[in-house]
């Protein structure tokens, strides 16, 4: 038997598929879990499908394992890894063909969250905070606007009982916790959030386009707002040689419309005059982006003040 052969006959397709959701769970646990230097070693991780090869990020793996091993809404992930022969204070050591078989189904993984995770919807329910516009949020928007939601903050779907998988993936797979105070609808308490992936026509924001962003007249953030760009492909910030940490807002005094509208200008390269106002992007990276109002006045969290979507400019 050739070693395609024996690949299909140990491993089928659904083998890997479960394997990547098992992956998948694994990591999403880790990097809750870990502690802030390896967070980001172990999303990149995940992205290069070497999770099961580094000493330090099994062990991330299995400090979560080990931890959550009592918990019986677990046991099926964790049996799916138990498969493998990854089981908490056990040694892990896979033979070639199984690492090469792990790595691919954490690729795939990945791969899977990042699909994921760029969606306006999830399972059918828009995401969208404003059903006019293009920004998203995974709890507070349009079609749950209210403090009432049919999840709660460990993504149980409260009517079913059961974990909603792919609204939490869509969330883990670019931030690595949320809060009370980041979902709050209390004026004055914590940050309002809204995320975009898409510009105003529905196409992907990318590093070579230009873009304005209109902000109207009285930002309602009680202490400040900031607008941050991060990489679409692996959700770090997006760093440039223009701007290396990629966030403007209040704080730094942008110029005011006369009207009281701030206009954000996003691209490879500021528009003439509009330097107090740039973010910079990079050529060939798609992004996407994060206004924060922290503090959110009323009409924040009543959604009545809306900024415009990124529309192209030339």
Do not use: C
Not at 218 to 241: C, Q
């Amino acid at each position: 038997m050739d070693r395609g052969a024996r690949f299909w006959h140990r491993f089928d397709i659904r083998r890997i598929e479960d394997l990547s959701n098992a992956v998948l769970g694994a990591e999403l646990e880790a990097i809750q879990m870990a502690g802030p230097r390896i967070r980001g070693s172990l999303a990149f991780a995940a992205r290069d499908g070497i999770i099961f090869s580094s000493g330090q990020r099994l062990r991330a793996v299995e400090i979560a394992a080990r931890q959550r091993r009592h918990e019986p809404r677990r046991s099926d992930g964790l049996g799916l890894l138990a498969n493998v022969g990854l089981v908490a204070g056990q040694p892990f050591e896979p033979d070639a063909e199984t690492r090469a078989i792990l790595d691919a189904a954490a690729k795939t993984a990945y791969k899977m969250s990042r699909a994921i995770g760029i969606n306006e919807e999830v399972n059918g329910q828009s995401l969208l905070v404003w059903p006019d516009r293009r920004w998203t949020n995974p709890i507070n928007n349009a079609a749950e606007p209210r403090q009432e939601k049919s999840i709660d903050l460990s993504w149980r779907d409260k009517a079913g009982g059961f974990t909603a998988i792919e609204r939490r993936v869509w969330m883990f797979t670019d931030y690595y916790s949320i809060s009370p105070g980041m979902v709050s609808l209390t004026p004055g308490k914590g940050a309002f959030y809204a995320i975009a992936f898409n510009d105003a026509n529905g196409d992907r924001l990318s590093g070579d386009a230009s873009y304005k962003v209109t902000l109207p007249p009285d930002v309602p953030a009680g202490l400040f707002w900031s607008l941050t760009l991060y990489e679409a492909e692996n959700a770090s910030g997006l760093a440039t040689e223009a701007r290396r940490f990629p966030s403007l807002g209040s704080r730094d005094r942008p110029v005011q419309n006369t009207h009281g509208t701030t206009d954000l200008y996003i691209g490879p390269k500021a528009l003439g005059g509009q330097e107090a106002n740039w973010l910079a992007t990079a050529p060939g990276r798609g992004f996407f982006a994060i206004l924060r109002l922290y503090g959110p006045e009323e009409a924040a969290i009543n959604y009545s003040w809306k900024p415009g979507d990124f529309e192209k400019v030339e």
